[in-house]
């Protein structure tokens, strides 16, 4: 009998993970974390263990290269891949690299792309030790798996948030997104036009966020300093929607997130209006913005305060009373995942 067809939209970004992953049990003692999570988490000795993601990047879905320099490009690659490692706590030391090259990328080209690579990997203290290359027929692919280390009681799993803790975030949200409309925007309108000129001024911190973004290793390392192990983190790759709701099923557990506390740059908030856009959707679902949404214990709220750079936005709820973006004048907007669609 021949089997009916589900479209992957049907199942969204996570149900289709969830699907695609539901039989695979974990068989070996030395896997501690398996898949559901930022990232993988191996035994590594009695007290410490080794953590590893991968991500991967395709042209004309993660990246245009008309207006994104090479450069800057394999810095973002080397952000991407040790920013799951970052959001478990754990220090990135380790990265493998392979590549899908098409026809019309040059030697020089690649030279540019691994000097980002060389200066992303310098500043966070990674080191490169393998990859692949390989010819492609759909445009430059990356893929990089980062691995990283932690003692396993400073890991932080997406299942550990308790009722009453608080929800802090590093950074703002919504800028990388903004920075990727403006780039749209300005190629939409200067497409055809000789010795074109973008309309850049006023926005480059913008620009900053989406084309080099930086992984939030410092605070891993800030919190380490304070004695704080979040009872559960995640990085914001999808979206501050997405990873509340990935922490609330993960925990079985409920939020409750204040409009009114979510961080947003002046210029992420002047570019929405200008483009008639709304700036908490650029937060909620824009997504890359690659900071860290973390929960802690209500006794850490002084010491959290005391670190600076990050703000407390709401507080974990019981399972039953769902995720929800409270306004200011108390009414509640359930959150909602946007994840992945595949492109036709």
């Known amino acids: 009998m021949a089997k009916g067809r589900t479209e992957i939209a049907e199942l969204?970004?996570?149900?289709?993970?969830?699907?695609?992953?539901?039989?695979?049990?974990?068989?070996?003692?030395?896997?501690?974390?398996?898949?559901?999570?930022?990232?993988?988490?191996?035994?590594?000795?009695?007290?410490?263990?080794?953590?590893?993601?991968t991500d991967?990047?395709?042209?004309?879905?993660?990246?245009?290269?008309?207006?994104?320099?090479?450069?800057?490009?394999?810095?973002?690659?080397?952000?991407?891949?040790?920013?799951?490692?970052?959001?478990?706590?754990?220090?990135?030391?380790?990265?493998?690299?392979?590549?899908?090259?098409?026809?019309?990328?040059?030697?020089?080209?690649?030279?540019?792309?691994?000097?980002?690579?060389?200066?992303?990997?310098?500043e966070a203290g990674v080191d490169l030790v393998g990859g692949d290359t390989s010819a492609s027929m759909t445009g430059f692919v990356v893929n990089i798996t980062a691995v990283g280390r932690a003692k396993k009681s400073d890991i932080a799993y997406r299942s550990g948030a308790k009722e009453h803790d608080l929800i802090c975030l590093t950074g703002n949200l919504g800028a990388s997104y903004m920075g990727l409309r403006l780039l749209e925007r300005e190629r939409r309108v200067l497409q055809g036009v000789d010795?074109?000129?973008?309309?850049?001024?006023?926005?480059?911190?913008?620009?900053?966020?989406?084309?080099?973004?930086?992984?939030?290793?410092?605070?891993?390392?800030?919190?380490?300093?304070?004695?704080?192990?979040?009872?559960?983190?995640?990085?914001?790759?999808?979206?501050?929607?997405?990873?509340?709701?990935?922490?609330?099923?993960?925990?079985?557990?409920?939020?409750?997130?204040?409009?009114?506390?979510?961080?947003?740059?002046?210029q992420t908030t002047a570019l929405a209006e200008e483009m008639h856009l709304d700036p908490v959707v650029a937060a909620l679902n824009g997504g890359e913005d690659y900071e860290l949404l973390f929960t802690v214990p209500l006794d850490k709220r002084e010491q959290i305060v005391s670190l600076g750079c990050i703000d407390i936005i709401g507080h974990i709820t019981a399972e039953s009373t769902g995720a929800y973006l409270v306004t200011p004048d108390g009414n509640d907007i359930a959150l909602q995942a946007q994840g992945f669609t595949p492109k036709r």
């Open 56 to 122: 991967s990047m395709l042209e004309g879905i993660d990246f245009d290269l008309t207006y994104f320099p090479p450069k800057h490009l394999g810095y973002k690659a080397v952000t991407k891949g040790i920013s799951d490692v970052v959001a478990m706590n754990a220090v990135p030391e380790q990265i493998t690299l392979s590549l899908g090259i098409s026809s019309k990328i040059s030697v020089e080209f690649l030279d540019d792309f691994y000097e980002g690579v060389e200066f992303a990997c310098k």
């Open 195 to 266: 010795n074109p000129q973008p309309q850049f001024e006023g926005y480059e911190y913008l620009l900053q966020r989406y084309l080099k973004p930086r992984a939030r290793y410092d605070m891993v390392e800030s919190l380490r300093k304070e004695g704080i192990v979040p009872t559960s983190m995640i990085d914001i790759t999808d979206g501050l929607a997405s990873e509340v709701l990935q922490i609330c099923k993960a925990s079985k557990c409920g939020a409750r997130i204040y409009l009114e506390r979510m961080p947003l740059a002046k």
């Open 12 to 53: 969204g970004e996570f149900g289709l993970i969830d699907r695609l992953t539901a039989k695979f049990q974990n068989k070996n003692k030395s896997t501690i974390c398996g898949v559901g999570d930022d990232a993988a988490v191996i035994e590594a000795s009695k007290d410490k263990a080794i953590v590893v993601s």
